[in-house]
C-alpha cells in the first residue's frame, strides 16, 4: 500500500525556517517524481514545487522561489522541503504528492502537515 | 501561467441527481486535465486523468470528457459520500501546474 506521511509542520514566526519531511513507503521511492502542493486555510490547492526521481531536475512556483528548496534522500525513501524566510501567506497545509511521470497527475497523497506562520 | 476556471463554485444537489462541474482553461491543454475530491479534513483524491480516464478504484458514476479548453466533471447519481469539493488541475504547463478554485457541492 502507497503511503505519504509528512511531518514538521507547527508554528513559526513570520521570517523564520522549518524543513518539512515526508516518509514514503509501499512503492519504489527513487523511480517517482515528487511534489509539494499547499493549501490555505479555506482556500484552494496551489502547487509549490517538484523534484524529478533522481533529483537532478527542480521546479518552483514564483510565489516561494528563492525562500523553499526542495530535496530528496532516495535512500531514506525521503522527501523534504526546507522554508526559509517564511511569510504570513505560507500559512497552509502542504502535502506531498506522488507525482505519475509522464502526464503529470498526483496519483497519491500524504495527509498533510499545518504551518502555520504568525508571532 | 494558465488559468483554470470552475463554475459553479459551489452546487447544492440531491442523492440520485445527475451532476456535471464545468472547468476552461485559459489557453488549450489538450487532454492535459485531471480531477481530484477533497473532503473536508482530507487530502484530494485523484477522479479522473487525462480528461477522461477513470482511475483505478474511482465509481463508474464518475466521468470525464473535454478537449482544449473546456471539460467536464459528471456525476451520474450523486451518493451520500460524494458530497465534497472537487477541483480541476492542468498538467500540461510543467513547472507552472495550476488548479481551478474548486466547486463544493452541497447537499440539498
Known amino acids: 500500500e502507497v503511503q505519504l506521511v509528512e511531518s514538521g509542520g507547527g508554528l513559526v514566526q513570520p521570517g523564520g525556517s522549518l524543513r518539512l519531511s515526508c516518509a514514503a513507503s509501499?512503492?519504489?521511492?527513487?523511480?517517482?517524481?515528487m511534489n509539494w502542493v499547499r493549501q490555505a486555510p479555506g482556500k484552494g490547492l496551489e502547487w509549490v514545487s517538484y523534484?524529478?526521481?533522481?533529483?537532478?531536475?527542480?521546479y518552483y512556483a514564483d510565489s516561494v522561489k528563492g525562500r523553499f528548496t526542495i530535496s530528496r534522500d532516495n535512500a531514506k525513501n525521503s522527501l523534504y522541503l526546507q522554508m526559509n524566510s517564511l511569510r504570513a501567506e505560507d500559512t497552509a497545509v502542504y502535502y506531498c504528492?506522488?507525482?505519475?511521470?509522464?502526464?503529470?497527475?498526483?496519483?497519491?497523497w500524504g495527509q498533510g502537515t499545518l504551518v502555520t506562520v504568525s508571532s | 501561467d494558465i488559468q483554470m476556471t470552475q463554475s459553479p463554485s459551489s452546487l447544492s444537489a440531491s442523492v440520485g441527481d445527475r451532476v456535471t462541474i464545468t472547468c476552461r482553461a485559459s489557453?488549450?491543454?489538450?487532454?492535459?486535465l485531471n480531477w481530484y475530491q477533497q473532503k473536508p479534513g482530507k487530502a484530494p483524491k485523484l477522479l479522473i486523468y487525462?480528461?477522461?480516464s477513470l482511475q483505478s478504484g474511482v465509481p463508474s458514476r464518475f466521468s470525464g470528457s473535454g478537449s482544449g479548453t473546456d471539460f467536464t466533471l459528471t456525476i451520474s447519481s450523486l451518493q451520500p459520500e460524494d458530497f465534497a469539493t472537487y477541483y480541476c488541475?492542468?498538467?500540461?504547463?510543467?513547472?507552472?501546474?495550476?488548479f481551478g478554485q474548486g466547486t463544493r457541492l452541497e447537499i440539498k
Open positions: 504528492a506522488r507525482d505519475e511521470g509522464l502526464l503529470y497527475y498526483f496519483d497519491y
Open positions: 489557453q488549450s491543454i489538450s487532454s492535459y
Open positions: 488541475q492542468q498538467s500540461y504547463s510543467t513547472p507552472g501546474i495550476t
Open positions: 509501499g512503492f519504489t521511492f527513487s523511480s517517482y517524481e
Open positions: 487525462a480528461a477522461s
Open positions: 523534484i524529478s526521481s533522481s533529483g537532478s531536475t527542480i
